[in-house]
């Protein structure tokens, strides 16, 4: 048993590493606990030191770092160090940041002093996705870290390199030995993390299976746990709605990434008045991507990250269109490799409306009256974000109430932002990332009172 590294585009072998025996798992876990109690001794001002300095490692071995991205999960290169520039980001605001947000809050009571202090719970276990392999991770290991506590992280099995590169920046940014630390484990492996006396807290970002898993898991050891699962956002332009912004909002939050995002813009809903022009203008623009090595730097879009991925897109595609929606574009794969597509007619029933769909694949869906149109863009069974396009600003502010969803971006396309908290509700999942809520996620919120 082993994680293997296969390069997307060449599909030939990165490299392979083997699995923690018990034993190893055993000392790892002990190794984390004793990581915590060096670590949270430190001063918080330090320990916002040390994340400055991750902050300057991962700016200055930029390129180093994208192309351990580029070459395990095959996105371009221009990507991939857009993705380390976003670490870089994150670092520095929670650095910056942190000593606000982890203030004490002092309340004023009939007592002689009331306070609210934030402490860390202890070691917390990250299980982490593919898709972003360095932002994902370090979303969720920089603000647990610099509240205190110490990280363990399962990374998936197609990014092991990037795990260790993760690591490496940690160690080079001079952390504490085991303040931070990677592993090599199983499915079944994690559930013994899980249940350990070690592990206070987890934080999971993955499919919609993956998080009842763990959040049932996370229940029977009465233990916190934060998940960030799947996701089916709609793009709803309102009939006086931009035509071509909408457009441009839908290639950025579609085929960003290949489309493997869970805040992509899967279902793009639209007037029917205006359905015809839209789709017209999309292909035009989707049909500029070009695809080839991702090192290459005229590539604009690389292959799904693995041959599965891309197999399961096309079945979703292909029954969806038997069962009335109509191709426009694109349609066919090769390998790792789907070509942009877009399809139409997409309704209510279909795999492309009512599942996840993780891969370049645009989902058009129309409506008559707005009532219909609002009826389809809440009409899902995930609660992660939406995207509005209008230009009656107020209405759509009042719009944004009746939406279950963690985010509501009006003119812009769905995406995350260290400054603003970061999640879902309904089956894709619940907590919060980033921002102030997401360094309070895993913390003892403890009052003290004289």
């Known amino acids: 048993m082993a994680f293997i590294s296969i390069n997307p585009f060449t599909e030939k072998e990165n490299a392979r590493f083997s699995y923690l025996n018990s034993e190893a798992l055993d000392d790892s876990l002990e190794d984390a606990w004793k990581g915590f109690k ?45 993705e380390i520039d976003k670490c870089v980001w994150l670092a520095r605001y929670y650095a910056d940041m942190a000593p606000k947000f982890l203030e004490p809050k002092h309340i004023h009571t009939d007592s002689v002093a009331s306070y609210v202090q934030y402490d860390p719970l202890g070691v917390v276990f990250g299980i982490m996705p593919w ?75 993955g499919s919609e299976a993956a998080g009842r898993s763990v959040a049932a898991l996370a229940g029977a050891a009465l233990k916190k746990c934060v998940l960030e699962l799947g996701g089916s956002n709609a793009l ?89 929606a109509t191709l426009h574009l694109g349609g066919k794969r090769k390998g790792g490799f789907f070509e942009p597509t877009i399809i139409a007619d997409v309704t209510p029933g279909m795999p492309a409306f009512d599942e996840e769909t993780f891969g370049p694949l645009a989902c058009v869906s129309s409506y008559g009256e707005l009532k219909e149109g609002l009826k389809l863009a809440k009409q899902t069974k995930y609660g992660l974000g939406i995207t509005l396009v209008t230009k009656d600003i107020p209405k759509a502010r009042q719009m944004a109430k009746k939406f279950e969803d963690g985010a509501v971006f009006i003119n812009q396309w769905v995406k995350s932002d260290p400054r603003l908290p970061f999640g879902g509700q309904k089956s894709s999942g619940y907590g919060r990332e980033l921002a102030e809520e997401g360094i309070k996620e895993f913390v003892n919120i403890k009052t003290i009172r004289v």
């Open 236 to 324: 709803f332009l309102l009939p006086d709605g931009d035509v071509d912004l909408a457009v441009k909002l839908a290639i950025q939050g579609r085929f960003g990434n290949a489309g493997q995002s869970c805040i992509a813009a899967k279902r793009l809903i639209v007037p029917e008045a205006q359905k015809e022009v839209f789709i017209k203008k999309l292909i035009k623009e989707a049909q500029g991507f070009i695809y080839g090595n991702p090192l290459n730097e005229k590539t604009t879009i690389g292959p799904l990250a693995r041959k599965d991925l891309a197999k399961t897109l096309d079945d979703q595609m292909k029954t969806s269109i038997q069962m009335g």
């Open 38 to 82: 060096v670590w949270r001794k430190l001063p918080l001002k330090e320990r916002c030191r040390k994340i400055h300095r991750l902050a300057n490692e991962l700016e200055q071995n930029r390129e180093a770092y994208a192309i351990s991205i580029t070459t395990e999960m095959g996105k371009p290169i221009f990507e991939a160090r857009a």
């Open 131 to 205: 898709n972003y392999p360095f932002w994902q991770v370090l979303r969720f290991a920089v603000p647990t870290l610099l509240a205190g506590n110490s990280v363990l992280v399962k990374h998936a099995p197609s990014v092991p390199m990037c795990s260790l590169a993760i690591e490496e920046a940690f160690d080079n940014s001079g952390f504490p030995k085991h303040a931070f630390t990677q592993l090599f484990i199983s499915e079944e492996q994690a559930k013994t993390v899980i249940e350990s006396k070690q592990v206070r807290a987890i934080s999971l970002t």
